[in-house]
């Protein structure tokens, strides 16, 4: 089975940028899409960002303009760029790849110092 590994997470002040890698063992086969998710706090796991493997990104209305969502040519890179972070960003950040499967990776954390 695919599995993902997330990076980059980190202590960042506000303002600042972080950049999040997603990692997967295997390329995907025909049909697939990747998503970052965050969790802040006690609140219900959110979507950010949505990729597909025809490069059409989606961004939730609380990260467009600030986040960009990409991914390599083999597919198995999908990487989240988060530009002008604001202390509302802090959270647990995981990837998932639907499709050909339904995995999620183990998150990584991002903090926003005021």
């Known amino acids: 089975q695919v599995q993902l590994v997330e990076s980059g997470g980190g202590l960042v002040q506000a303002g600042g940028s972080l950049r999040l890698s997603c990692e997967a063992s295997?390329?995907?086969?025909?049909?697939?899409?990747v998503q970052w998710y965050r969790q802040r706090d006690e609140k219900e796991r959110e979507l950010v960002a949505d990729i597909s493997k025809w490069y059409i990104t989606k961004y939730s209305d609380a990260v467009r303009g600030r986040y960009t969502i990409t991914q390599d040519s083999a597919k198995t890179l999908v990487f989240l760029q988060m530009n002008n972070l604001m202390t509302e960003d802090t959270g647990v950040y995981s990837c998932?790849?639907?499709?050909?499967?339904?995995?999620w990776g183990q998150g990584t954390q991002v903090t926003v110092s005021s």
């Open positions: 295997e390329s995907p086969s025909e049909y697939y899409a």
């Open positions: 998932r790849r639907t499709g050909d499967s339904d995995v």
